[in-house]
């Protein structure tokens, strides 16, 4: 029993090991995450923890990608950063003022949520497209049909469309036609 209990307890403490190497983008948890708090309708304090085997440009990256995910749930367009803090090697935080509109109400870097949302992009395999058909293909190509003559019998057969019917307004006759005026 002891034979088959040591292995599988020795696996599990290795998958334990491992998943606590990967930085997760994830809400605090044991293994780490973010947290935020809210301070005023447009400012959020903002915090990343990561674990010892996760690198600063990863805390760096989570925390912004927070931040960008507060600014566009919020409703604003852009942010900046008005404090940030490195709490400890595994650890970051940050202050951010949301806006509207292009103009920054501070002298800092803007931030756009689209640049810290975007997926990373993966090589997908691209497909082929119809080669356009070469010369000698387009010799061999059938033309385009042709429309078909009008038969003659049929064309007798249909009726003529009808005139439109007359209105009401008085119509020019040769007795209500206005006379040229003679000029004397």
Known sequence: ???????????????IVVAGCAATYQPLGLLGGYSDEQITNDTFDVWYQGNGWTKPDELEKHLLRRCAEITLEKGYERFVILNAKERSNASRSATIKMFRGRQSPFNTKVHEPAEYLAKKKTKQPTKKLAKAPT???????????????????????????????????????SSNKASPKKSK
């Open 135 to 173: 010369s000698a293909a387009k010799k061999t190509a059938e033309p385009m049909a042709k429309p078909a003559p009008v038969d003659a019998k049929v064309a007798a057969k249909t009726p003529a469309p009808k005139a439109k019917e007359a209105t009401n307004a008085p119509t020019e006759t």
């Open 1 to 15: 029993m002891v034979n088959r209990v040591l292995p599988l307890f020795f696996f599990a403490s290795f998958a």
